[in-house]
């Protein structure tokens, strides 16, 4: 979707026209460092010209020219729709369709099924109050809140309770997602978000809602028109990093990745590893919403979703499609020289090293190991405590280079494969 219309120049033009920013808000928002680059960023043009007649894409060059300067905001759900893993580089415009066609009935059809149960869903409005108690009885007073709706009889079914009890949390965090941008003083916008969300923890109770995915979630409705194209890239991005939001009594699902941090960070920097480690800090939980929201506090909006696709097309794996759609058809990339050229930068390391595939970091630990190696010096001069550590790295917010981070977070990752791979001889 784009805010404003403004026509991609030849490079360097104020993006932010297309995710304006509230006046009131501007003095509080990180400032935004990305322009787009004639002859770096991916452009509608070049983006285009990289299909055949029939809608083939040559996500080769696609990927080149990504992680060269990333992606204009006038193609970017489109973009992201191959990077996610939603179509697959190899169909054509008619497959895509077809599939798209189905997705979208079979979003209509979950939706269908949620409205029955919780009429406010597709009604343009959102419900920011309990609707039902821990034992499924009705509350009453929710009903001013809740646009005159209420539950009229004691919920028994455990799974709808289960739901029913995280959609009022779902809609204290929507009214707070991104408040500053323009697109979010509709409240039609700010249902959709709700909308999705709802519908997404409906069929996926066994994680349920957490907070940190209508941060995830927020983007997708910005930049798709229709509710359920956005509904299904925020179904792939999640299938990347729903573990991260998985949590029990004992545990967090994040915590695998800050044990990789960890790892990382006692390999490439031991030093500050120790001096992490003297503060109680050994376990990284300062990083766990760097990591739970992939930078989206760290960076302006626009910044934060030049960072994702930089990584996912870093990560980009050219079965990704096949592994979500079609199981029994599954290739093995490994073997075909000619398809590994279809991988991203991050992802070919670790099949040129023979990593096995469970084992596989993802590229925003070394991010977030990039961004601890820039603070280095102070961490290891100021930090006396905790509270140091975090108002530190709370100092990045607006002073990230996306580019940079990343680049230094690939230098980190061969650097931690060549030390690992080393102490394993």
């Not at 997705?103 to 920011?128: D, F, H, L, N």
């Not at 821990?134 to 455990?158: A, F, L």
Request: with cysteine; proline share 3%.
């Amino acid at each position: 979707m784009i805010c404003c219309g403004f026509m991609w120049k030849s490079g360097g033009e104020d993006l932010q026209g297309f995710y304006p920013v509230r006046p009131e808000c501007q003095p509080d928002v990180p400032r935004t460092r990305f322009k787009s680059r004639a002859g770096k960023t991916l452009s509608a043009r070049r983006w285009h010209a990289a299909f055949t007649e029939d809608g083939h894409l040559d996500m080769e060059k696609v990927l080149r020219r990504i992680q060269r300067g990333g992606i204009h905001p006038s193609i970017k759900g489109a973009v992201w729709e191959f990077l996610l893993g939603c179509y697959d580089p190899d169909s054509t415009f008619e497959e895509r369709n077809r599939l798209r066609n189905r997705r979208r009935e079979q979003y209509g059809a979950w939706k269908e099924e949620c409205k029955k149960m919780v009429p406010v869903i597709g009604s343009g409005k959102y419900v920011t109050m309990a609707v039902v108690s821990e034992n499924g009885q009705p509350i009453d007073e929710s009903s001013v809140e809740n646009q005159g709706w209420i539950v009229k009889n004691t919920v028994t079914d455990e799974r709808v309770l289960q739901w029913m009890l995280s959609l009022h949390q779902i809609g204290l965090d929507v009214a707070r997602t991104d408040r500053y941008l323009c697109f979010y003083e509709n409240d039609t916008n700010q249902s959709k978000l709700w909308d999705v969300l709802a519908i997404y923890t409906w069929l996926n109770l066994d994680i349920g809602y957490v907070q940190g995915m209508n941060d995830i979630c927020s983007p997708m409705i910005i930049l798709f028109d229709d509710e359920a194209d956005a509904f299904w890239c925020f179904e792939r991005a999640m299938r990347r990093l729903r573990e991260n939001f998985r949590a029990t009594a004992t545990s967090m699902g994040v915590q695998t990745q800050l044990g990789v941090l960890s790892q990382v960070i006692k390999t490439v920097d031991p030093r500050l590893h120790q001096h992490l480690e003297d503060l109680d800090g050994g376990e990284y939980l300062f990083a766990i919403r760097m990591l739970m929201v992939l930078f989206r506090r760290e960076f302006s909006f626009l910044d934060a979703l030049y960072l994702w696709e930089l990584m996912w097309a870093m990560e980009y794996n050219p079965t990704m499609f096949a592994t979500y759609e079609e199981l029994e058809n599954r290739n093995n990339a490994a073997s075909d020289p000619k398809l590994l050229k279809r991988y991203g930068k991050f992802e070919r390391k670790y099949i040129n090293s023979g990593q096995n595939e469970q084992h596989r970091n993802t590229l925003a630990v070394f991010v977030v190991a990039s961004v601890l190696q820039t603070k280095n010096k102070r961490l290891l001069k100021e930090a006396k405590g905790l509270d140091d550590v975090v108002q530190i790295l709370g100092d990045i917010a607006g002073n990230l280079d996306a580019k940079k981070a990343c680049k230094e977070a690939l230098k980190i990752h061969e650097k931690f494969l060549k030390k690992a791979n080393s102490n394993k001889q």
